[in-house]
Every structure is written in C-alpha cells, then in structure tokens.
C-alpha cells in the first residue's frame, strides 16, 4: 500500500475493547491519531479534541492487518483447477505454469488492475500492510515489470523470480536469476524469497539464490516445508531470513532451529485449506518459543483468498491456536516477519494503521468466520 499520511489529528472515541499489544486491551478507550501515527491511547472520558472523531459506538478496535505473504501480480484464475483439486485431484504446484502463461501474455495495465484490486479488497478486510510477490513472469522483462508494478502498490515488495523452473535446464535457470533477472529485479524489491519445495527448488540451489540475492541488498525469505520436509526451514535460519512461510512438514531440528534463531515462521492455513492439506502444527511452534506469523498466501492457485480474518479463524479452528495468540500473528507477528516495527501494534509512535470492527470483540473475527466484521479501516491515520 502506498505511502500516505493523515495532515490532521482523528480520535476514535468510546472504543469497547482497544487491543494495541501493549498489555491487554483496554475497555472505554480512546485513540489519537495525528499525522498518520499513534498520538495517544487512553482512556474515553479523559479522549482530547481532534479535528475529526469517529465514534466506535463500543466497538473492539484493532491493529490493521499484516499480510506478510500474498502473490498479487498474476492474469487469469484457477477455478476449474480448484473444482478438480476438490474432485480429487492433488496439488502439486505444477498449475503455476498456467498463471505463468496467462501473466507474460497479459498488458501492465491488466496486471495493475487486477493487483490492485486486490490489494483494495485485502484493505477491505482490515489489511493495512501487504507483502506483494512475483514470481508469475519467470523472465528477465517479466519479472521487473511485476516488480514495478508490486512498487506501485506496497514498500514491501519480494522478488520471486525462483518461484519454478520453467522450461529447460535448472542450472541455467538459477544462473538467470542469480544473475541478469536479479540484476533487474533488484532496483524494485526489498525482498528475495525462493520456493524450496518438491518440483521447485532444491536446497543447494535455494541457498545460491538467496546468497546472491544478499549480495544485492535484498534480504531474504523463503517458501519452506510446504510440499514435504527439506532443507529450506534450516536454509532460512542459517541465512537469518526474516521469515520462513509455510513450514508445513518440519522435523524436532527444524522446530529447534526456528527456535533458537530469529526466523519468524510464517503459517498460511488458506493454502491446506484450499489444497485440502494437513494443517501446520502450530501449537509445537508456539510451546517452543518461535515467533508465528499468520498470511493469507493470496495467489491464484493454492490459496484465492485476500481475508486475513479468514486466516485467524482458521488459526483457531484447524491449529488450536488461542483468538488472542492468532491476532497477534496476523498484526505483530506479520510485522516481525517484515523486520518492521512501525506496524502491527497501536502503541504510541506506531503508524495509525488500524481497524473498528463490527463487533464488541476481536475474538468475533473466529467466532463469527465469514462474517464481514471489518467496519471501518484506518491507513496511515487516514479513513479507507
Ligand atoms: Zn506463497
């Protein structure tokens, strides 16, 4: 999402239940926004004035969003792949070929239209921060105009030129992308992340890309343990990625490993969900300490779904975790998985990014699934 931020002071007053990750959340509270940040929280009889007010009416209000993973940049859908998965049909990750197609053979414009329209139905949801992949162009030319137009829409843009390999030789691929793709790709990307993965790419060739991609400036992330146990959740950690995603399938030293490091390990339950997939085993992620973030994966395939709340009740539902630690991964957690600590909570400082439900309390977001809850969005202190 692009920068903007509020000239003038907004207090969001007579808030039921106020969740900043400064504490529990409060209840009669108040919040000021003042040139897009966090200017004061307390409580609603002590509220300042402001040039504006919005009056929760009672109403939980929280952190906005953090959609640390979404593959945004793609033409065309999958539907009819879905209709057979759900016949049937495994998933394999091989249906990315066909998005492929359809992106080279789309216009910038139809890209921009469609990425950005997403990226407005996310904000309808409550996500104020989106991570914005490509990996769709798999060439030189396409992979930089995804880029550009992933800039156009977010600060937070990963290069994914390793999403496949396409048609050929593997080694000359990586070559590629280690060399004149992320030559192009770099000037547009603050990320590199790598799918390391059964039919993708295999641990040796993960860890030249992500190396080559350090070498550049961009840091790294990776796609992990999605598909079967490897070598990628152990590859993220020894690089000091800022997030391993997925992490599906991992084994005690895995487990160990996210511990022990700064990795955050980001869980995307729509992609089981929508691949009909065993869930993450959260709860052994938790009870040993690493950091979890929760996104949606948003990408024509293995996951068309933009709603962060879907993905805390799914959280909740399928991994056991508590409404409270699925908030936390889906706003805090998503911020940690982007190194940013600017997002993700409402103490003061923090950018005004922030969502009033249409309910008493954020545990409605799993207890009501399905259900818009998201009433109004604040980005950057400015009303959506
Ligand atoms: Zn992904």
């Excluded at 030319?141 to 030129?161: H, K, M, Q, V, Y």
């Excluded at 992500?210 to 993220?236: E, K, M, S, Y």
Aim: charged share 20%.
């Amino acid at each position: 999402m692009t920068d903007k931020s509020g000239t003038s002071s907004i207090l969001i007053d007579n808030i039921g239940e106020l969740t900043t990750h400064d504490g529990p959340p409060r209840t009669n509270a108040a919040l000021l926004a003042e040139d897009g940040r966090v200017a004061w929280v307390g409580s609603a009889s002590d509220a300042p004035s402001a040039d504006e007010r919005i009056d929760a009416g009672g109403a939980a209000v929280i952190p906005g969003f953090v959609d640390s993973h979404a593959h945004l940049v793609f033409a065309g859908d999958r539907a009819a792949e879905f209709a057979a998965r759900m016949a049937g049909r495994p998933y394999t990750g091989g249906g990315i070929r066909t998005t492929v197609a359809a992106t080279r053979a789309a216009t910038d414009d139809d890209l921009r239209a469609n990425a950005s329209r997403l990226v407005t139905e996310a904000r309808r949801q409550g996500t104020t921060t989106i991570e914005i992949k490509s990996g769709y162009g798999l060439s030189v030319a396409d992979e930089a105009r995804s880029l550009r137009i992933a800039a156009e829409l977010t600060e937070e843009t990963t290069f994914l030129g390793a999403h496949l390999v396409p048609d050929g030789d593997p080694d000359d691929y990586v070559a590629l992308v280690t060399g004149e793709m992320l030559a192009a790709a770099a000037p547009h990307a603050r990320w590199i992340d790598v799918f390391c993965d059964r039919g993708a790419f295999t641990g040796e060739q993960s860890r030249a890309i992500l190396t080559a991609g350090l070498a550049a400036g961009l840091l790294p992330r990776i796609h992990a343990n999605q598909l079967q146990h490897g070598p990628g959740v152990r590859i993220a950690v020894e690089l000091k990625a800022a997030s391993a995603d997925h992490c599906t399938h991992l084994d005690a030293a895995d487990v160990d490993a996210l511990a022990s490091g700064d990795t955050v390990a980001t869980l995307l339950p729509g992609a089981e969900f929508s691949t009909r997939s065993p869930y993450p085993d959260a709860r052994r992620l938790l009870e040993a300490g690493v950091t979890v973030a929760l996104a949606t994966d948003c990408n024509p395939g293995s996951s068309y779904t933009s709603s962060m709340p879907f993905c805390l009740a799914l959280a909740v539902r399928e991994m056991r975790m508590t409404p409270a630690e699925a908030l936390w991964s889906a706003t805090a957690g998503g911020a940690r998985a982007l190194r940013r600590d600017d997002i993700g909570h409402l103490r003061v400082g923090a950018r005004a990014d922030l969502a009033v439900l249409d309910a008493p309390s954020y545990l409605h977001l799993a207890y009501r699934p399905g259900v818009p809850l998201i009433r109004t969005v604040l980005h950057h202190g400015v009303p959506l």
